[in-house]
């Protein structure tokens, strides 16, 4: 691996080069993956068993960092399968934790992974990812089951499933997430509930931009202009914690041919290193703003 290949090139290597992108992984075969590279890679990468489902089936995730991680050190989390139906959302943060673990050396990720804890959770909702369903196993849609500016904690967290998120997110300090979805194509933000725009909305919107130019997407916008709803998971994350949480929806069909989810995969992956470069610049204080243009879809 040459160092000096740039990393939107090596996305596209790493995913036509993998004989295994297809079909999708399964909730046991992303579990044995991470354990072999939380023992593989024992300095950087470690394997976290964070509960159980309603039907009892594991829920995990890994970290990945070169800090000697605190509680304090600032975290980026991924997170796919809200919705069991859209298996490509788990099938994208699992490849993109491969792809982490693998160019872990290479400039950009090294320099993330020195003043970062990276966490990768494929799997929220592992019953409806099994059977094939949107919602959990008590058929409750995890995606609204989480407080907002509205609803508190007291009439949110029903489920087993967003509990677990919840822990994640008071277990570390996550400053910014993606929670990959594959419902439609488009990169949102919050409020999901609300048309009022947040105090961070500039910072949202150039994340977006990135994101969604990194990925050929044309969609970018608050969410409650695609569709509003109550109990998002990036509204909750945002209201807690200030959390920079974005949905990114990717959708293919699962009948798709392996070229096609093939390069869903990969822009996924393009979009996820795009979202770490400009969190860099954003720390830095060297974020510049797309100026609104001409069909500007954000609000
Ligand atoms: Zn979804």
Not at 87 to 101: P, T
Not at 171 to 176: L, Q, S, T, W
Not at 272 to 286: C, D, N, Y
Request: contains cysteine.
């Amino acid at each position: 691996m040459s160092l000096k290949i740039p990393l939107a090139l090596l996305c596209l290597i790493f995913i036509y080069q993998s004989a295994e992108a297809r079909p999708y992984r399964s909730q046991k075969q992303i579990k044995v993956y991470f354990k072999e590279a939380s023992s593989k890679h024992s300095e950087t990468v470690r394997y976290h068993h964070l509960g159980y489902s309603e039907k009892q089936k594991d829920i995990f995730y890994i970290t990945i960092t070169k800090t000697k991680a605190t509680k304090n050190t600032p975290a980026i989390y991924f997170n796919g399968s809200h919705h069991g139906n859209e298996k490509l959302s788990a099938e994208i943060v699992y490849q993109l934790a491969k792809f982490i673990v693998e160019y872990q050396d290479s400039s950009l990720i090294d320099s993330v992974l020195r003043n970062n804890v990276i966490i990768l959770q494929p799997i929220v909702n592992p019953d409806g990812l099994q059977l094939n369903t949107r919602s959990n196993a008590l058929g409750r849609d995890p995606n609204r089951d989480y407080p907002f500016p509205e609803r508190d904690e007291h009439e949110s967290f029903r489920l087993k499933e967003t509990k677990l998120v919840k822990k994640i997110l008071d277990n570390h300090r996550v400053e910014a997430a993606i929670s990959f979805h594959s419902g439609m194509k488009g990169v949102l933000w919050p409020w999901c509930y609300s048309e009022k725009q947040t105090t961070d909305h500039n910072i949202f919107r150039e994340l977006a931009i990135r994101i969604a130019k990194a990925m050929s997407l044309s969609t970018f916008e608050q969410s409650y202009f695609n569709y509003p709803s109550r109990g998002e998971f990036i509204d909750y994350a945002y209201m807690k914690h200030r959390t920079l949480a974005l949905t990114v929806e990717l959708s293919e069909p699962s009948y798709s041919d392996f070229k096609k989810q093939a390069s869903s995969i990969q822009r996924a992956i393009a979009g996820s290193v795009e979202f770490l470069k400009a969190l860099q610049l954003l720390r830095q204080g060297e974020l510049e703003y797309t100026p609104r243009f001409d069909r500007d879809s954000s609000r």
